[in-house]
């Protein structure tokens, strides 16, 4: 049954999240090699016709077909590459560095709360400036 507890963003992904989830997509890509490979096999058994327009109709689908086909296979041995780099970076930097308040995630989260009370102190300030302009007027 599928969960419908909210994903939790602050936590970073872990090497083996990352390691299997590039296994998935690399066997993904190579089904999807194969698959391309059965195809183009399969449309190019096929005869074409003399007439020179079906023959163009026939060559554009074909290619259109082919180039789907691999675009698939490309996209996803891509990302598997990608998710296998990405969890050796992340092993690598668990290795080298074991102080779980410097993770990227951390900083981002030290970042917007400094940003947010400085626009708390800026907003304070401007409506101290507001009440002395108040003040004078009156």
Known sequence: ??????????????????????????????????????????????TISDNFSVRQ????????INGLCY??????????????????????NSIMDDDPSSSPVNKMSEQSTGSTSDR???SSGLKETSENSKNSTE
């Not at 992904?13 to 059965?38: D, E, H, M, N, R």
């Not at 296979?73 to 990608?82: K, Y």
Request: proline share 4%; glycine share 8%.
């Open 71 to 92: 675009l698939a296979t490309f996209v996803f041995g891509i990302n598997g590459v990608g998710l296998i780099l990405y969890s050796l970076q992340l092993t690598f």
């Open 57 to 64: 109709i026939t060559v554009t689908i074909r290619t259109i």
């Open 1 to 46: 049954m599928v969960s419908t507890s909210p994903v939790e963003t602050d936590k970073s992904p872990s090497p083996v999240q990352a390691l299997l989830g590039g296994v998935a997509a690399g066997v993904i890509a190579l089904f999807l090699y194969k698959f391309a490979t059965t195809i183009e096999a399969s449309l190019n058994r096929q």
């Open 120 to 122: 708390e102190s800026d």
